[in-house]
């Protein structure tokens, strides 16, 4: 059968979640492929224009994810980012796209174990929701 | 004339007569009944050319981003907390501007007023709160309040929250039991149906860009529009690019749009765009407690945050 795979950006902040990504690669993990890693200085570099345009090249689903609060690296960025993701994902599903394909977690990178589960957790919804027609530009 | 637009057109005069202001923004008579232009006073006499009356949906706030020279500025409530937003943004230093004040009741929607004449509107005429309208063979007299626009129905600071001066005593503010009906009827749609109410809205949108220009809020030097390296939303009519230029425009507003209108009065489409801000305004209010531009004593919610924020949505 052919399928479109399903395609999920994951922007993780280099000081948490990318290392936790990392660990739980070395540590021989199991997590679904469909995940495309974007290393981010922070999670609050993650503008809504980022994931605007994930969508439009095609992705199906978009999960950020950071260091939890208190421990940011820069040591307010998730804090801000928090604030920015919730009106984000709100107008987002305001307008009409699925709640199920945009995730936020944080995940230190001590926690290769929550990476996976997330991971899981992440692919699973956005596999169960189908490929995203919405917000995608069509060639032509 | 009306005493709105006598003491606009005294207090400029007496302004720049003084020179106390390099000159003055405010309204000016259009060219088609029912339309207002923004104007520039630099000296007595043109100040005699200001007009005040309740087609005046624009919001000059617009016109003072980054301005060098000290400008008297006419501003009904919503304008006020725009030029409050422009101080606390610093786009221009509170004594740079000296803000004359109108108490406001309301501007008229143009659209609901034009529907009512088979023809087009030759002549606009305003006694108080009564409105008259003639056309070809046609005349209908206005109950002015039955056809506010949509935000100046809901408003409650009618009142200008910041001003040096006022050209007449202020209004009586409204209680509005359910400010956010219009938000909540759009949020009680299914997904489906939600994604179609804006595929209809935008349907017509023409990306000229005039809800953007007219709004005080978006003086960025490179609109993300423009950019190209990288490209954010390609030039031409593609449904997905209007579609992510209506959410990024509202985006850029979050915490900050005060919904005067201005953006739907640019619309030469006449597409309710603030259908996107509203949901801003309500989340703003409801999550943070925030209305925008009525104190220079808070920071705005995306430029500050409490640690004991939600992170329900949060895995
Ligand atoms: S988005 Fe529209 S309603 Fe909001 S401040 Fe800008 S022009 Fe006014
Ligand atoms: S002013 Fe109207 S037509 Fe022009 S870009 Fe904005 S919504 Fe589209």
């Not at chain 2, 003084?18 to 007595?44: E, H, N, Q, W, Y």
């Not at chain 2, 003086?219 to 390609?234: L, M, N, R």
């Not at chain 2, 949901?279 to 925008?292: A, Q």
């Amino acid at each position: 059968m052919a399928e479109k795979r399903i395609k999920i950006v994951a922007f993780l902040c280099n000081w948490c979640s990318y290392g936790a990504a990392d660990l739980a690669g070395v540590s021989r993990m199991q997590y679904p492929a469909d995940i495309r890693i974007i290393r981010v200085p922070c999670s609050g570099r993650v503008e809504p224009r980022m994931i605007l345009a994930a969508f439009r090249e095609g992705v199906d689903g978009v999960w950020v994810s950071g260091c939890h609060p208190g421990e940011c690296h820069y040591l307010e960025g998730n804090y801000y980012a928090r604030r920015k993701f919730v009106l984000m994902a709100n107008l987002l599903s305001h307008m009409g796209l699925d709640k199920g394909r945009i995730h936020f977690s944080w995940i230190s990178s001590a926690e290769a174990t929550k990476f996976a589960r997330v991971a899981r957790e992440v692919a699973h919804e956005i596999v169960s929701l189908g490929p995203n027609e919405k917000l995608v530009k069509k060639a032509g | 004339m009306n005493n709105y637009t006598k003491n606009i057109r005294k207090i400029s005069s007496n302004l720049l007569e003084d020179g106390r202001v390099d000159l003055v923004l405010g309204f000016k008579r259009g060219t088609l009944p029912m339309a207002s232009v923004p104007g520039i006073a630099r000296t007595p006499e043109e100040a005699q050319g200001f007009v005040w009356d309740t087609n005046c949906r624009l919001n000059l706030a617009n016109y003072i981003t980054d301005q060098k020279e000290k400008i008297g500025i006419i501003a009904k409530g919503c304008d006020s907390r725009n030029i409050v937003n422009h101080i606390m943004e610093n786009k221009i230093p509170r004594d740079q501007v000296y803000i004359i004040g109108v108490p406001c009741t309301g501007m008229v929607d143009k659209n609901r007023i034009r529907a009512l004449l088979d023809d087009e509107i030759k002549e606009f005429k305003e006694e108080g709160e009564v409105i008259l309208i003639r056309g070809a063979g046609q005349e209908r007299v206005l109950d002015k309040e039955a056809y506010l626009r949509d935000n100046c129905k809901i408003c409650t600071h009618r009142n200008p929250v910041i001003h040096d001066d006022l050209v007449g005593a202020l209004v009586k503010e409204q209680k509005i039991e359910d400010p956010f009906r219009d938000v909540a009827a759009i949020e009680a749609m299914e997904g489906e149906e939600r994604w179609n109410h804006f595929e209809g809205l935008l349907s017509n949108c023409i990306r000229c860009y005039a809800c953007r220009n007219a709004c005080p809020l978006c003086y960025c030097p490179a609109c993300f529009v423009d950019e190209s390296k990288p490209q954010w939303i390609g030039k031409g009519q593609d449904p997905t690019d209007i579609r992510t230029f209506h959410f990024l425009r509202a985006y850029h507003c979050a915490g900050r749009c005060t919904d005067c209108g201005a953006c739907e009065e640019a619309c030469p489409m006449d597409i309710q765009v603030r259908d996107f801000t509203r949901k801003l305004v309500k989340d703003s209010f409801e999550i943070y407690g925030w209305e925008p531009g009525l104190t220079l004593d808070r920071r705005p919610p995306l430029e500050t945050f409490k640690p004991e924020d939600s992170d329900k949505f949060i895995k």
